[in-house]
């Protein structure tokens, strides 16, 4: 199912405005994360798009061309997966499952097929007789994602529905949860403030900020082609370079940086994983703090510019806080982007 959303706002009675005048088109089976810090507004529209919320005047929303602006929740058919999941504790996992549909009231036989059909999906065939409370963090997950399937909406609305599990688990469903997603072929929308999480499941990113969507594009070019130093900052951790900008050489503490074009009244930003340690390197920096993480160090340098910025070293060892060095940053990682105004 295609939806069309069309100059969705949403003043609340107090004159705050959560959402400003937003425009977001969203293709049959295609998965759209809405990312974006909180207070951004991403809930707002998921509830707009639910029937929860009521817009502005002027507002439409168009399931596969039909306008449901003032359609209730109940008539919009729509599937949602809420963060803590809100599971019956006292029904079993094919009681959970099935309830919607006995809410719909159909026949004993179709509801039984559903309910196997979704069981099987997310593969709960084990499970499918147990309590809600005999279950694990994960279970529950793919429970409320078949209860949700298993009416057959028209689209999927999940709000942070990985937030309340622990880190290790949360890494763990996410590939799992992009999965179910794709088996299911349901245009889905899904709320997160974690970056690694809509860049892994979604086709589509919406980068959200102060009300408004500041971006929308695939996992990859928002990565590669951000449009402002926000997006920069919000995808990929990009920390701003602080110097003199003279046409196109950036004239730091630590020392110079060529730039891949002039960048007068630009702001220069980069990665961490594009900082490299580097003896002949042109810049200078002081290492205040060491973080062992595994498959890297993650290492905080102070003096190269204004404030610390930090490095990816993958190395079998690592310098020591205290440490002196140089770094070298490749012209073509530099970021250059428009320098915005501050409110």
Known sequence: MTLTLSNIAKTFPDGTRALLPTDLEIGQGEIVSLLGPSGCGKSTLLRIIAGLETPDAG??????????????VETRRIGMVFQSYALFPNMSVRGNIGYGLKMQKLGR?????????????????????????????????????????APRPRVLLLDEPL???????????????????REFGITAIFVTHDQTEAMAIADRVAVMRQGEVAQIGTPEALYRNPATGFIAR??????????????????????????????EGHEVLVRPEDIRLDPDGPVAARVEAVTFLGTHYRLALAGATQGVIFALHTGLSAPRPGDDLRLSIASEALLILPRERTA
């Open 163 to 181: 937030s309340a599990l622990d880190a290790a688990l949360r890494a763990e469903l996410r590939d799992e949860l992009a999965l179910l997603l």
């Open 59 to 72: 507002a439409s929303v168009m399931f596969e061309g039909e306008d449901v602006t003032r359609q209730s």
């Open 234 to 263: 919000f995808i990929g951790d990009a920390m701003p370079l602080e110097g003199r900008i003279e046409a196109d050489r950036l004239y730091m503490p630590g020392g110079v940086l060529d730039l891949p074009k002039s960048a």
């Open 109 to 149: 036989a179709e509801i039984d097929a559903r309910v196997n059909e979704v069981i099987a999906l997310c593969r709960l065939d084990a499970q499918a007789d147990r309590a809600i409370t005999a279950l694990s963090g994960g279970q529950r997950q793919r429970v409320a994602l078949a209860r949700a399937v």
